[in-house]
Protein backbone atom coordinates (compact mmCIF):
# COMPACT_ATOMS: atom_id res chain seq x y z
CA UNK A 1 0.00 0.00 0.00
CA UNK A 2 1.41 3.38 -1.08
CA UNK A 3 1.19 6.31 1.11
CA UNK A 4 -0.34 9.56 -0.06
CA UNK A 5 2.69 11.57 -0.62
CA UNK A 6 4.16 8.17 -2.55
CA UNK A 7 0.86 8.21 -4.60
CA UNK A 8 0.49 11.80 -5.51
CA UNK A 9 4.54 11.31 -7.01
CA UNK A 10 3.47 8.36 -8.91
CA UNK A 11 0.38 9.67 -10.20
CA UNK A 12 2.38 12.86 -11.47
CA UNK A 13 4.69 10.31 -13.14
CA UNK A 14 2.39 8.15 -14.50
CA UNK A 15 0.49 11.01 -16.21
CA UNK A 16 4.09 12.69 -17.81
CA UNK A 17 5.05 8.94 -18.67
CA UNK A 18 1.66 7.72 -20.04
CA UNK A 19 -0.33 10.59 -21.12
CA UNK A 20 2.02 13.61 -21.74
CA UNK A 21 5.29 12.32 -22.86
CA UNK A 22 4.57 8.36 -23.67
CA UNK A 23 7.27 6.34 -24.67
CA UNK A 24 8.17 5.11 -28.02
CA UNK A 25 7.72 6.59 -31.67
CA UNK A 26 4.22 6.00 -32.96
CA UNK A 27 2.40 7.22 -29.78
CA UNK A 28 0.40 10.11 -29.42
CA UNK A 29 0.67 12.21 -26.80
CA UNK A 30 -1.96 12.75 -24.51
CA UNK A 31 -4.29 16.07 -24.10
CA UNK A 32 -5.84 16.62 -20.90
CA UNK A 33 -8.85 19.03 -20.87
CA UNK A 34 -9.89 20.95 -17.49
CA UNK A 35 -7.35 18.11 -15.51
CA UNK A 36 -4.60 20.02 -12.89
CA UNK A 37 -3.45 19.85 -9.53
CA UNK A 38 -7.12 19.94 -8.04
CA UNK A 39 -8.19 16.92 -10.48
CA UNK A 40 -5.19 15.02 -9.01
CA UNK A 41 -5.36 15.61 -5.57
CA UNK A 42 -8.57 14.46 -5.28
CA UNK A 43 -7.23 11.21 -7.79
CA UNK A 44 -4.86 10.96 -4.56
CA UNK A 45 -7.30 10.89 -1.81
CA UNK A 46 -9.78 8.39 -3.97
CA UNK A 47 -6.63 6.00 -5.16
CA UNK A 48 -6.26 5.32 -0.98
CA UNK A 49 -4.91 1.65 -1.16
CA UNK A 50 -3.79 1.17 -4.43
CA UNK A 51 -0.35 -0.16 -4.97
CA UNK A 52 1.87 1.09 -7.42
CA UNK A 53 1.00 -1.56 -9.81
CA UNK A 54 -2.54 -0.60 -9.93
CA UNK A 55 -1.78 3.02 -10.20
CA UNK A 56 0.08 2.24 -13.32
CA UNK A 57 -2.36 0.21 -14.38
CA UNK A 58 -5.05 3.04 -13.74
CA UNK A 59 -2.69 5.50 -16.21
CA UNK A 60 -2.94 2.98 -18.62
CA UNK A 61 -6.66 2.91 -18.79
CA UNK A 62 -6.51 7.38 -18.59
CA UNK A 63 -3.88 6.16 -21.89
CA UNK A 64 -6.41 3.94 -23.68
CA UNK A 65 -9.79 5.96 -22.65
CA UNK A 66 -7.80 8.96 -24.34
CA UNK A 67 -6.90 6.92 -27.30
CA UNK A 68 -10.53 6.25 -27.94
CA UNK A 69 -11.38 9.45 -28.20
CA UNK A 70 -10.70 11.90 -31.84
CA UNK A 71 -7.40 13.63 -30.92
CA UNK A 72 -6.52 11.11 -27.65
CA UNK A 73 -8.47 13.61 -25.47
CA UNK A 74 -8.90 13.22 -21.71
CA UNK A 75 -11.17 15.05 -20.27
CA UNK A 76 -11.87 15.61 -16.70
CA UNK A 77 -15.01 13.89 -16.54
CA UNK A 78 -13.44 10.74 -18.19
CA UNK A 79 -10.33 11.19 -15.88
CA UNK A 80 -12.56 10.76 -12.87
CA UNK A 81 -14.90 8.10 -14.18
CA UNK A 82 -11.80 5.79 -15.10
CA UNK A 83 -10.82 6.07 -11.44
CA UNK A 84 -14.28 4.64 -10.45
CA UNK A 85 -14.22 1.60 -13.34
CA UNK A 86 -10.81 0.86 -11.56
CA UNK A 87 -11.50 0.89 -8.27
CA UNK A 88 -14.66 -1.04 -8.97
CA UNK A 89 -12.60 -3.59 -10.92
CA UNK A 90 -10.16 -3.80 -8.60
CA UNK A 91 -12.87 -4.22 -5.76
CA UNK A 92 -14.44 -7.39 -8.09
CA UNK A 93 -11.38 -9.10 -8.31
CA UNK A 94 -10.69 -8.73 -4.51
CA UNK A 95 -14.58 -10.49 -4.21
CA UNK A 96 -13.29 -13.50 -6.67
CA UNK A 97 -9.86 -13.77 -5.06
CA UNK A 98 -12.11 -14.54 -1.63
CA UNK A 99 -14.30 -16.65 -3.20
CA UNK A 100 -11.88 -18.83 -4.80
CA UNK A 101 -10.06 -18.85 -1.32
CA UNK A 102 -13.37 -19.97 0.45
CA UNK A 103 -13.81 -22.61 -2.14
CA UNK A 104 -10.14 -23.84 -2.11
CA UNK A 105 -10.75 -24.28 1.83
CA UNK A 106 -14.22 -26.04 1.69
CA UNK A 107 -12.55 -28.70 -1.29
CA UNK A 108 -9.53 -29.85 0.79
CA UNK A 109 -10.81 -29.87 3.90
CA UNK A 110 -11.62 -33.03 5.78
CA UNK A 111 -14.94 -33.99 6.63
Do not use: C
Not at 58 to 83: H, M, P, S
Amino acid sequence: VVHQHERRTMIAQYIEKYLINPPGRWTKKVTTVDIGDDEIERVVHQTEGFSGRAISKLAIAWQAAAYGTDGAILDQETFFKTVELHKKSMMQKEEWIKHAKVRAEMLTSDR
